[in-house]
């Protein structure tokens, strides 16, 4: 792989890539607190007094924003390429992504299902368009060898500012139902009732606030693009030049086949982050409380499973740090949806059904716990590598457009997931039953990407 020095530069100064690494950091409370370990299972087993119909509806959730982002990411990224900077744009979804979380405080029990469902469509959409823009950054701010290094432990950072509100939330907000008290022995903060579902509630104004302080570094430290076409003529432009980059494609196999590769196996990674907390949630009737100490858990593990592909990353490559997360990742999720009380591995192993009484009190959410694990392992590296993947691929003038095109690899399809275990849980009646549509996602994108080369395509001067 040859590339063009000059066209590389200029280089970021520390503080500009640390600058461009908390962005992951503002970002991922959002996907912690909200679409996985509180406000999701929050809506499937609290805000409706049904959790198989809750589940169902948020998979069409997943459903709806999943369309929105494949139809326009790829345009998005285009115009990004067109219009150079890529500030603006982020700022613009900022603003949409701050004020829907912080209506998620409305949604009340009892309340409308379809207003808080509409402000997680328009939060994940521009969540989603965001990173767009910012994954498009990277290929001008890092040098290529160092992108899986710096991907990873920007990924990890990531984690550690979900934790962080995940802990924050467990500790000093949500009370154990049983005791009334948080997880450190107090009276939740502000007096927040429970009951009334204001421990899960108040995760979207929390989020919303992290993520408006923690992305001004960006803005102020990261170096843009100098400024392209004015908006109306970048968006004409972007049009047309993805097109242009969907005809290219097929002079570029590599890149076309790993991007179907991630667009398969990617389904499933999405799925089981968005529904494991609501599975757990309907089949173990954890709360909030519960549901925290697990996110806790989980995100100390994927902080390690990133420290530690940032190194596996650079001596062996994106693709093989890919492909591991993959099969671990396809284990994880045997191991999760062929638990539940009493059993697991499908019953081939029963389990003790007695209840210590003691937090995850069960042999089976203990063992619920041990395969999250994996999860935990394996999700942070699956998608940092896979963006260092694309990152050593293409050319930095190209990048937004790309990045673009591996927006929509991620979200083409991935209504199918969501959609597939909606389906399934509908008309089976069992949650678990509907989760097993995952295993073929992760299974069919991880074959495809074996026969993917590594880089995905020669990236000339």
């Keep these: 792989m040859t590339i063009a020095t000059e066209s590389r530069e200029p280089r970021a100064s520390r503080l500009g890539i640390a600058g461009w690494m908390l962005f992951d950091w503002a970002a991922q409370p959002f996907f912690t607190v909200i679409t996985t370990f509180i406000f999701g299972p929050y809506l499937v087993s609290r805000l409706t007094t049904d959790p198989v119909a809750g589940q169902a509806a948020w998979s069409y959730t997943l459903t709806v924003a999943g369309i929105a982002i494949a139809l326009l990411a790829p345009v998005m990224g285009s115009i990004a390429d067109a219009s ?13 992504k701050i004020l829907s979380l ?25 969540a989603e368009f965001s990173i767009v823009f910012n994954d498009s950054m990277m290929p001008r701010l890092v040098r ?27 500790a000093l907000l949500a009370a154990n139902p049983e005791t009334g008290k948080t997880a450190i022995g107090i009276a939740p903060l502000f007096g927040l009732d429970s009951a009334a579902g204001e421990d899960a509630r108040i995760t979207g104004p929390i989020s919303a606030l992290w993520y408006f302080v923690f992305i001004l570094p960006m803005f102020f430290f990261t170096p843009d693009q100098s400024r392209g076409l004015p908006i109306a003529a970048a968006i004409r432009t972007g049009f047309a030049d993805l097109s242009t980059a969907l005809r290219d494609l097929r002079k570029k196999p590599g890149i076309l086949r790993f991007l ?8 499933g990674v999405n799925g089981l982050l968005a529904l494991g907390g609501t599975f757990a949630a309907g089949m173990f009737a954890w709360q909030t409380f519960e549901l925290g100490i697990y996110g806790i858990i989980l995100n100390v593990v994927a902080i390690g499973g990133c420290l530690y592909a940032s190194r596996l990353d650079r001596r062996l490559g994106s693709k093989a740090v890919v492909v591991m997360s993959l099969l671990c990742l396809t284990v994880a999720t045997v191991g999760i949806v062929s638990t539940g009380p009493g059993f697991t591995l499908f019953g081939l192993i029963p389990l003790p059904t007695a209840d210590s009484g003691s937090l995850f009190g069960t042999v089976a959410e203990k063992a619920y716990i041990l395969y999250g694990l994996l999860v935990g392992l394996a ?16 050319h930095p003038n190209e990048a937004g457009r790309y990045f673009g095109l591996y ?44 026969r993917t080369p590594y880089p995905a395509a020669k990236v000339e001067a």
């Design 407 to 450: 927006a929509l690899s991620g979200r083409a399809t991935s209504f199918l997931a969501p959609l597939s275990v909606g389906i399934l849980t509908t008309a089976t009646g069992s949650a678990r039953l509907g989760m097993m549509a995952l295993i073929a996602f992760l299974v069919a994108g991880f074959l495809l990407l074996l």
């Design 260 to 267: 179907i590769a991630r667009m398969i196996y990617q389904d």
């Design 144 to 170: 290529p060898e160092d992108t899986g290094r710096i991907s990873n432990i920007a990924w990890g950072l990531g984690y550690l500012g979900g934790m962080i509100v995940l802990i924050a939330v467990v």
């Design 102 to 126: 912080s209506a998620l405080w409305l949604a009340v029990p009892g309340s409308s299902l379809a207003f808080a469902m509409a402000m997680i469509v328009l939060a994940t959409v521009a």
């Design 84 to 96: 150079g900077a890529r500030k603006p744009w982020i700022a613009a979804f900022a603003v949409v």
């Design 379 to 394: 999700f942070g590296p699956v998608q940092a590598s896979a963006r260092s993947y694309l990152a050593q691929s293409v």
